[in-house]
């Protein structure tokens, strides 16, 4: 079982990726109605101590995407916070709900600012990530086996 985190977790971004990105103009229908569709993955590196969050969001016509982005955000966790995620045999790590949430919210503001750098000048700018409740989508801590 992990210890109880205290308040307040020390971290910095490592690393920002642009994991991937598509604009599929044949799938794209001026006037048609939009949708957007949006998920989280999320993975550690044990021995650097890094959360890695990757936010992924998927812009359809029809049921046919059109513009696609995924970023992932590499999240340097200070050894303390790491010690206190940590289970006692050391072979659990809980990442807490609102830490999550926290850092998926910046991951959605990177992703936001690479959509907007990858469409700059294009007729696909006017398509943008909103504003999100990601702790709304978070609802539970993640354990990862390590």
Known sequence: MAKKAKAGVGFKIRKI???????LEENFVEGEKVR???????????????IVVFA???FEIQKKPFLLIEAGCYFAINAESWKEFLSD??????????LLSHL???SVGTARGILHAKTENTPFNKYFIPSINVAEM???DIVFEV
């Open 17 to 23: 990726a642009t994991e991937q990105f598509a604009v």
């Open 36 to 50: 957007l569709n949006n998920g989280f993955r999320f993975g550690v590196h044990k021995t650097d101590h890094i």
């Open 138 to 140: 978070i609802n539970e």
């Open 56 to 58: 992924n969001f998927k």
């Open 89 to 98: 045999e050391e072979k659990k790590l809980t990442i807490p709900k609102n």
């Open 104 to 106: 998926a919210t910046l």
